[in-house]
C-alpha cells in the first residue's frame, strides 16, 4: 500500500496544478497518471487561455466582469455565474503566475503576454503561445513538480505514472484513496489518503470523430461516479467547427482569430448568410458556426459535398509561420495542403465535454474529502456551450483552487483511517474484476464495440439531434452494453496489457454514453451545444436547470438542480 496525505489522480494541466498547490500547503501528495504527465492531453492544445489583461490595443476596456459576462453568454445562461466571475478573476493572477513560472507566452511588441481574438469574446483576450499553448503550459507545470518533487524542505511529492486508477475508495461517505493497476507489472495497489483530487480530463472518445486522444475514454469520469458521484450536463458536449477533414486534427480556432475565412464549395464566406453569425462571422461562438458549417454541408454547398474550406492564404506566409506554425504542419502532414498556398479542409467534430462530475465552485463533490477539477469536473463554467480559451484557464484556476481545498480539508483532520479489512476487501473486488476479464473467452472484440459506439454516438448525439435518432442510438448503446458481457480478450498477460485496459475504459464509454443520450432525449429544448431539430427554441421556462444523472444499483438516474441566475438575467444570444 502506498499512502500520502492527498491523492491526485491526473497529470494534466489540473491535476499539476492542484498538486503543485498541495505541496504549497506542504501536504504530502501522490499524484497517479495512466500516461506520464507531459502526454496528458492537455498537451494538444492549441489557440490559448483567456484572461481580461488588457493587453491587446482593441482589448484596453476589458474586464474579468466583461469576461465573466461573454462566458455567461456564451454558456447560453446554463453556467453557474458565480463560479464563472471566480474563474475570469482569480484567472488574471494563474496566468501571471505561469509567465513567473517560465511559461515561454508570445509576446505583443513592447514584451506583454500577446493575446487574440476568440469566438464569443467581446475583446480579444486569448493569451497565447504560437499554436502551442497547452504544450507549453503543461511542460512549464511539470517543470515545477519536477522541482518541488526534488525540493527536500517540502513534504513529498511524488508522480506515479503508468498507472492507471480503477476504483475510487469511498468509506462511509468519504473518498479514501484509489487502486491503480500498475501498467508494467499489471499488479493492482491502494493509494490510501485522507482525500482525493480527481482530474483526468475529457470523454470525446466516446464519440468516433473527435479531436480527443484515444486516451479520452470518458472512464476516468465514471469512477467516481459508480461510488457516488453525480454526473452533471453531461448531454453538452462541443463540436470543434475546425476539425481537420481527414483524420479530425484540430485546427485551432486562432487560425480564426488570426483573420481566416471559412468558405462554402462557392468560394462565398458563408457564415454573412445567416441571422446569428452575419455579425461576428467567424469569430461567432463554436456552436453557432458549427451548425451553420454542417447546414451548408447538408444544403450541397461543402467542398465536394463534405467538408468547408477554411482559408488562410490572405494572412500571407510571415503571419502563418509566425502564429500558427504548428497548424500548418498539421495540415501538410495529414491533409496534404500547406495552408500558405492552399485552403485547409475542414469539417465540425466533437471536441469537448462541456458537463462532468458534479462539484462546487471549491470543486467539492457530494462525497467527502473528494475533489475535482479540470475537464472531467463540471463547476459549471461553461454550461451549454464552452467559449474557446476557456478551457485551459479553468484547469489551472480550480485546479489551485482543488489543491487549496483538498489541504485544509486534510489540515482540519478530514478523514479518519480507513480499516484494513475493508481495504483488503475492494482490493480482492478490483483483483477478482481483472482475473474475469483477463480469463474472458466470449466471441464479441471491444474495439469493434468501441467503433460501432463511436459510429452510433456521431449520428444519434452529434450537431443536430432529435427524438427519433437519438432513441435509435440509445437502444444500440443497450445492445453494445449486453454485446460487452460477451467480450473475450486476445491477451491474457499482466505485463502491459492494453487489450485489458481499453475492455476495462469500454465500459465506461458506454456508461457515459447513456448518461449523454437520456441526458439529450430528456431535454427537450435547443440551448447552446445541443440543438434538437424537433425542439429548436431554447426554453427557459422548463430547461433552465441542470441534468444530474447518479449510479445507483448498476443503473443511471436523472435529476435536476437550479442553475446560479445571481448576475445577469437570460436574454436571447445575438452576436
Ligand atoms: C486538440 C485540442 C485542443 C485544445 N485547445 C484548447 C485551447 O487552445 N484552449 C483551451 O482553453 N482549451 C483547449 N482544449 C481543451 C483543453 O485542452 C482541455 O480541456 C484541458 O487541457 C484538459 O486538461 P485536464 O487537466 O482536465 O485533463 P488532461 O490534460 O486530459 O489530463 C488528464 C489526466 O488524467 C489522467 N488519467 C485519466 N484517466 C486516468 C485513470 N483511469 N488512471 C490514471 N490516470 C488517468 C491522464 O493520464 C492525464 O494525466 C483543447 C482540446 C483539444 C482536444
Same mark, same amino acid.
Given at each position: 500500500m502506498i499512502t500520502s496525505d492527498v491523492i491526485v489522480v491526473g497529470a494534466g494541466l489540473a491535476g499539476l496544478r492542484a498538486a503543485l498547490e498541495l505541496n504549497r500547503h506542504n501536504v504530502k501528495v501522490a499524484v497517479v497518471t495512466k500516461v506520464h504527465p507531459v502526454r496528458s492531453h492537455s498537451v494538444a492544445a492549441q489557440g490559448g487561455i483567456n484572461a481580461a489583461l488588457s493587453n491587446h490595443p482593441r482589448g484596453k476596456f476589458d474586464s474579468p466582469e466583461l469576461h465573466a459576462f461573454d462566458t455567461i453568454k456564451g454558456s447560453d445562461y446554463l453556467a453557474d455565474q458565480k463560479a464563472v466571475l471566480k474563474m475570469t478573476t482569480e484567472g488574471i493572477e494563474r496566468i501571471y503566475e505561469l509567465e513567473h513560472w517560465g511559461a515561454p507566452f508570445s509576446r505583443t511588441e513592447d514584451g506583454r503576454i500577446a493575446q487574440r481574438p476568440f469566438g464569443g469574446a467581446g475583446f480579444p483576450r486569448t493569451c497565447y503561445a504560437t499554436d502551442k499553448t497547452g504544450h507549453v503550459l503543461l511542460h512549464t507545470l511539470y517543470e515545477q513538480a519536477l522541482k518541488f518533487e526534488a525540493a527536500s524542505e517540502r513534504a513529498d511529492m511524488q508522480i506515479f505514472d503508468e498507472w492507471f486508477v480503477t476504483r475510487l475508495i469511498v468509506h462511509?461517505?468519504?473518498?479514501?484513496?484509489? @487502486?491503480?493497476?500498475?501498467?508494467?507489472?499489471?499488479? +493492482?495497489?491502494?493509494?490510501?489518503?485522507?482525500?482525493?483530487?480527481?482530474?483526468?480530463?475529457?470523454?470525446?472518445?466516446?464519440?468516433?470523430r473527435t479531436s480527443n486522444a484515444y486516451i479520452n475514454t470518458g472512464w476516468g469520469m465514471c469512477v467516481p461516479f459508480y461510488e457516488g458521484v453525480p454526473l452533471k450536463d453531461m448531454e453538452f @458536449?462541443?463540436?470543434?467547427?475546425?476539425?481537420?477533414?481527414?483524420?479530425?486534427?484540430?485546427?485551432?480556432?486562432?487560425?480564426?482569430?488570426?483573420?481566416?475565412?471559412?468558405?462554402?464549395? &462557392?468560394?462565398?464566406?458563408?457564415?454573412?448568410?445567416?441571422?446569428?453569425?452575419? &455579425?461576428?462571422?467567424?469569430?461567432?461562438?463554436?456552436?453557432?458556426?458549427?451548425?451553420?458549417?454542417?447546414?451548408?454541408?447538408?444544403?450541397? *454547398?461543402?467542398?465536394?459535398?463534405?467538408?468547408?474550406?477554411?482559408? +488562410?492564404?490572405?494572412?500571407? &506566409?510571415?503571419?502563418?509561420?509566425?502564429?500558427?506554425?504548428?497548424? *500548418?504542419?498539421?495540415?501538410?502532414?495529414?491533409?496534404?495542403?500547406?495552408?500558405i498556398d492552399?485552403?485547409?479542409?475542414?469539417?465540425?467534430?466533437?471536441?469537448?465535454?462541456?458537463?462532468?462530475?458534479?462539484?462546487?465552485l471549491n470543486t467539492e463533490s457530494k462525497v467527502k474529502g473528494f475533489f475535482a477539477a479540470g475537464e472531467c469536473a463540471c463547476v459549471s463554467v461553461h454550461g451549454s456551450n464552452r467559449l474557446g480559451g476557456n478551457s485551459l484557464l479553468e484547469t489551472v484556476v480550480f485546479g489551485k483552487i482543488a489543491g487549496e481545498y483538498a489541504s485544509a480539508y486534510f489540515k482540519d483532520g478530514g478523514g479518519t483511517d480507513v480499516p484494513v479489512i475493508f481495504l483488503n476487501q475492494i482490493l480482492k473486488e478490483e483483483e477478482d474484476k481483472i482475473i474475469r476479464l483477463l480469463e474472458s473467452k466470449g466471441k464479441e472484440?471491444?474495439? $469493434?464495440?468501441?467503433?460501432?459506439?463511436?459510429?452510433?454516438m456521431d449520428l444519434g448525439a452529434g450537431i443536430f439531434r432529435e427524438a427519433r435518432t437519438m432513441n435509435a442510438s440509445l437502444e444500440k448503446v443497450k445492445e453494445l452494453k449486453e454485446r460487452y458481457g460477451q467480450i473475450g480478450?486476445?491477451?491474457?498477460?499482466? @505485463?502491459?496489457?492494453?487489450?485489458?485496459?481499453?475492455?476495462?475504459?469500454?465500459?465506461?464509454?458506454?456508461?457515459?454514453?447513456?448518461?449523454?443520450?437520456?441526458?439529450?432525449?430528456?431535454?427537450?429544448?435547443?440551448?447552446?451545444?445541443?440543438?434538437?431539430?424537433?425542439?429548436?427554441?431554447?426554453?427557459?421556462?422548463?430547461?433552465?436547470?441542470?441534468?444530474? $444523472?447518479?449510479?445507483?444499483?448498476?443503473? @443511471?438516474?436523472?435529476?435536476?438542480?437550479?442553475?446560479d441566475l445571481s448576475l445577469h438575467k437570460a436574454k436571447k444570444r445575438h452576436y
Open positions: 462511509n461517505g468519504s473518498a479514501k484513496g484509489v @487502486i491503480a493497476l500498475n501498467i508494467n507489472t499489471g499488479e +493492482l495497489e491502494i493509494f490510501a489518503g485522507r482525500a482525493v483530487i480527481w482530474a483526468t480530463g475529457g470523454s470525446g472518445r466516446v464519440f468516433g @458536449i462541443q463540436f470543434h467547427p475546425t476539425e481537420l477533414y481527414t483524420n479530425n486534427v484540430l485546427i485551432t480556432e486562432g487560425a480564426r482569430g488570426e483573420g481566416g475565412f471559412l468558405l462554402n464549395n &462557392k468560394q462565398e464566406r458563408f457564415l454573412a448568410n445567416y441571422e446569428d453569425s452575419a &455579425k461576428a462571422m467567424e469569430m461567432a461562438p463554436r456552436d453557432i458556426v458549427a451548425r451553420n458549417m454542417q447546414r451548408e454541408i447538408l444544403a450541397g *454547398r461543402g467542398v465536394e459535398g463534405k467538408y468547408i474550406h477554411l482559408d +488562410l492564404r490572405h494572412l500571407g &506566409k510571415k503571419k502563418i509561420l509566425e502564429r500558427l506554425p504548428g497548424i *500548418r504542419m498539421h495540415a501538410i502532414h495529414f491533409a496534404g495542403v500547406d495552408p492552399q485552403p485547409i479542409p475542414v469539417a465540425p467534430g466533437q471536441h469537448y465535454t462541456m458537463g462532468g462530475l458534479d462539484v462546487n472484440n471491444h474495439s $469493434a464495440i468501441k467503433h460501432e459506439l463511436g459510429d452510433t480478450l486476445n491477451s491474457s498477460g499482466r @505485463i502491459a496489457n492494453f487489450d485489458l485496459l481499453w475492455a476495462i475504459q469500454l465500459k465506461g464509454s458506454l456508461d457515459l454514453a447513456e448518461v449523454i443520450l437520456r441526458g439529450a432525449i430528456n431535454r427537450q429544448e435547443s440551448r447552446g451545444a445541443q440543438f434538437r431539430t424537433d425542439y429548436p427554441m431554447r426554453d427557459d421556462k422548463n430547461w433552465m436547470k441542470h441534468t444530474v $444523472a447518479r449510479w445507483k444499483d448498476g443503473t @443511471i438516474h436523472l435529476g435536476y438542480s437550479s442553475v
